[in-house]
C-alpha cells in the first residue's frame, strides 16, 4: 500500500434479533456494535426516530461527529505550526438531515460552532483564519455532498 493511500477496516455486527429475526418492521432490534481491531468498541442503533435506542450512537451522530473531529484535528496542526497556542476547543456541531417522501432522506448541512480558547497574544485572527485552512484539507467534509459551514468562536485567556 503506498503512503497516499490509506484503508480502514470497521466490523458491524447486529444484535437485533428478538426471536423472528426481520420478520416485521418493529419485529427487530436495530442495536449493533462498531468494532475496529484494537479498539475499544462503539455501542450503535438507529436514530430513535427509526425505532433505535436512544442511548446508543447512530449513524447520524458518527457521522456529524467525524466531520468535527476531522476538522478539529487538522486545526489543532495548522496552529500548532503557525504559533497559535490553543488551550481548550470544544465544538458544539449540528447537522440537518431531511427525509423525502419516499422515506429516504439526506443530509442537507452540517455545521461547525467551534470555540477555541488561545493563549493570550498568539495571534487571534490568525487562529480565526485557520479554521479556513483546516476546512480546506479536512478529509471527511472533503468526502460529503453537502456544504460544511464553520462558525467559530476564539477567546483569549
Known amino acids: 500500500m503506498s503512503e497516499h493511500r490509506h484503508e480502514y477496516a470497521v466490523k458491524i455486527t447486529w444484535q437485533g434479533d428478538r426471536g423472528t429475526g426481520t420478520s416485521g ?9 462498531i468494532s ?3 479498539k475499544p468498541d462503539i455501542p450503535g442503533s ?3 426516530h ?3 435506542d436512544p ?3 447512530n449513524p447520524e451522530d458518527l457521522l456529524v461527529a467525524s466531520v468535527s473531529a476531522c476538522h478539529k484535528l487538522w ?3 495548522f496552529c500548532a505550526v503557525s504559533g497559535v497556542i490553543v488551550t481548550a476547543y470544544e465544538d458544539n456541531a449540528q447537522g440537518v438531515m431531511e427525509m423525502d417522501e419516499s422515506g429516504g432522506g439526506r443530509f ?15 495571534f487571534p485572527d490568525i487562529a480565526r483564519e485557520l479554521h479556513e485552512d483546516a476546512h480546506e484539507k479536512c478529509f471527511i467534509a472533503n468526502s460529503v455532498n453537502f456544504p460544511v459551514r464553520c462558525e467559530p468562536e476564539i477567546i483569549e485567556v
Do not use: Q, S
Open 50 to 52: 427509526f425505532l433505535g
Open 36 to 38: 475496529v481491531a484494537g
Open 75 to 77: 486545526y489543532l496542526h
Open 46 to 48: 438507529a436514530d430513535p
Open 108 to 122: 442537507t448541512e452540517i455545521v461547525l460552532k467551534p470555540r477555541v480558547t488561545i493563549k493570550r497574544g498568539t
Open 55 to 57: 442511548t446508543r450512537w
Open 25 to 33: 418492521y418493529r419485529a427487530y432490534g436495530r442495536d449493533h456494535t
